[in-house]
């Protein structure tokens, strides 16, 4: 079945919960056979099944990505799951030293050092947000000074 815009219900459910899991807005209509498949079947139909928590899922994928060394893909993982409250980074970082001691240091560490670059990032965005708030404020009381 298809909506209105020719969405079908699958990609419909997969994108609603892609923007659930990393907490952005994906378009619908990405054309390609990859996009079908990620968004038709893994987060339609697997992502959304019963029994495990997103919060589950998301450590079971942390755990999954950190033993292949998959450091790009764990910030990805992890700003969402910090973006979404479902780890604090107090838990990310205890994820790490436990998957230090299963996958192997090195392995393990990549995923600290994930942590270590997502929380920064996070704080630059805070702080040049806070720098634009500040100067939007400054801006108003000009205007209503003036």
Known sequence: MTDGNGVSDARARGVAMMNQVYGWEMPADIPGDFFAVTADHLFADIWTRPGLS???????????????????????????????????????EEAAIFLCHYVGWPLGTGLNNALIAVKAD?????????????????????????
């Not at 893909?73 to 780890?87: D, F, G, M, S, T």
């Open 54 to 92: 997103l919060r589950d899922r998301r450590l079971l994928l942390l755990g999954a990505i950190t033993a292949q060394g998959q450091g790009d893909v764990a910030k990805i993982q992890i700003n969402a799951a910090l973006h979404n409250e479902e780890l604090t980074e107090e838990q990310v």
């Open 122 to 146: 996070r704080r630059k965005a805070a702080r040049t947000a806070a720098k634009a708030a500040e100067a939007s404020q400054a801006d108003s009381a000009e205007t209503t000074a003036g």
